[in-house]
């Protein structure tokens, strides 16, 4: 799928699910590709992450505009774009064979399982220390979990919200780095062969 294709096709997602709104926004007014009145707009005042997008999809007037916002959410916001990208292939694929659909559900059910296994080793305070580097993750191309989304939220919840937004095998290497940032070697290596 060509990048002007992806950032129309997946607006409705991009909007809801970018969290680095202003970075992105810096990068493409530093490359010219926006204006500095639209910028001005999408940093302005408490708006939400999705406010903030549809004003810089506003501002997305042209083809080459709407490329580079797509090369800096491949920098960015890696695993949205992978697992964007990763519909289309699956629906692509469940048109082909239902069999096929049925084996991809089941994968992410095993590592949704596995994610699940791991966190239940972690004690209350190590699950809370967990959920906190997840959104404060400061590795290139992971964009962090917001706050709200894992105020209260249970090990089950963790897991929900971590494959949602980084797919299945980035929430794997999500929970690899963070075990490993927590000193939980022996946590992360049970995440080898995933």
Do not use: W
Request: aromatic share 6%; hydrophobic share 40%.
């Amino acid at each position: 799928m060509d990048p002007v294709t992806f950032v129309d096709q997946f607006r409705p997602d991009l909007i809801e699910r970018v969290s680095m709104v202003i970075p992105i926004a810096d990068y493409l007014l530093q490359d010219g590709m926006i204006q500095k009145e639209a910028y001005n707009k999408i940093c302005v005042g408490n708006l939400t992450s999705e406010d903030r997008m549809r004003q810089l999809y506003d501002a997305l007037n042209s083809d080459t505009a709407k490329e580079a916002f797509y090369k800096i959410l491949q920098k960015k916001e890696k695993f949205l774009v992978q697992d964007l990208e990763a519909t289309v292939k699956t629906r692509d694929q469940a048109d082909n064979t239902k069999t096929q659909t049925t084996e991809l559900a089941g994968i992410k059910k095993n590592i949704s399982c596995l994610l699940l296994e791991i966190l239940d080793d972690l004690d209350s305070n190590e699950l809370v220390i967990f959920q906190f580097h997840l959104r404060d993750i400061r590795h290139a191309g992971i964009s962090p979990i917001p706050k709200c989304e894992l105020e209260k939220a249970n090990r089950p919840t963790t897991v929900e919200k971590m494959v949602d937004r980084y797919r299945e095998d980035g929430a794997v290497e999500v929970t690899r780095i963070i075990l490993t940032d927590m000193g939980k070697n022996k946590l992360a290596s049970a995440l080898d062969n995933y």
